[in-house]
């Protein structure tokens, strides 16, 4: 693992979008492994303003998204769907039918977990963008959740929901499953970047870092996987 601490939230931005542009730059063709929450909201602002400026391409990139909540309509202002639209998508020249995220409307969710596998399948990402739970979850991979998972739908827990009802009108309008990819569809990437910032991710910072690989901290599996950087602002890390 290479550790990064810096000073604030805008100097991890600044680096991770520019390994991002980098890697656009050098293959048109590039493969990047997208998280939605609060963490890479500065990083794809740092992307939307370089496409701005810069015009980087993005006409043959393609995207994958870590996961979808189940059940709440693409067009809810809180979907994942909307999120990437919103905060990367429309700002920069991709193609819609080239960004990917897991189905959370379908009929059959498992049929939409296999489908999702398929297209990990055929989309490794040169990059995964990811954040942190406080209680260590990369994608949805809650605490207990095996090393060896594909994708799959997940029951998520309460102190993901009350970490998530910020961004709903009340803990009950927040969706009680999601589709995730599994942690070993996560491992798959070449590159893993992980972002976490505040104090409230210290903990679970220092488990993915310090402590045993052990499924009671998901993240801690990164410690096994030959490319990984960690992005940390000083709050994050405060507790290594
Ligand atoms: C989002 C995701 C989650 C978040 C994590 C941190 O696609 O997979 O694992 O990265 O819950 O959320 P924030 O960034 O809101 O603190």
């Known amino acids: 693992m290479e550790l990064y601490i810096k000073d604030n939230k805008e100097a991890v931005n600044n680096e991770v979008s520019s390994l991002i542009i980098d890697l656009v730059k050098k293959n048109k063709n590039a493969i990047l492994g997208l998280a939605t929450g609060s963490t890479p909201i500065g990083v794809y602002n740092e992307l939307a ?11 043959n990139v393609k995207t994958v998204n870590l996961d979808e909540y189940i059940n709440l309509p693409k067009e809810h202002s809180q979907s994942y769907y909307s999120f990437m639209n919103q905060n990367l ?5 991709i193609k819609k039918e080239n960004t990917f995220l897991p189905n959370g409307n379908g009929e059959n969710h498992l049929e939409s977990c296999s489908e999702y596998e398929l297209i990990l399948k055929n989309h490794k990402p040169d990059i995964q963008i990811l954040g942190i739970g406080s209680n260590g979850h990369i994608g949805f991979n809650e605490p207990g959740t095996s090393f060896d998972s594909t994708t799959h739908i997940v029951e998520l827990k309460e102190s993901t929901r009350l970490d998530n009802a910020r961004f709903f009108n009340s803990l009950d309008e927040v969706p009680t499953h999601s589709i995730t990819m599994g942690i070993k569809s996560i491992l798959q990437a070449k590159t893993i970047v992980l972002i976490a910032f505040g104090k409230n991710k210290a903990d679970a910072v220092y488990k993915m870092i310090k402590g045993p690989i052990t499924d009671d901290c998901p993240a801690s599996i990164l410690q096994t996987h030959p490319n990984v950087k960690i992005f940390l602002d000083k709050e994050a890390a405060s507790l290594l």
């Open 49 to 59: 303003l370089d496409y701005k400026n810069n015009k980087t391409d993005y006409s």
């Open 89 to 93: 998508f429309s700002k920069i020249n």
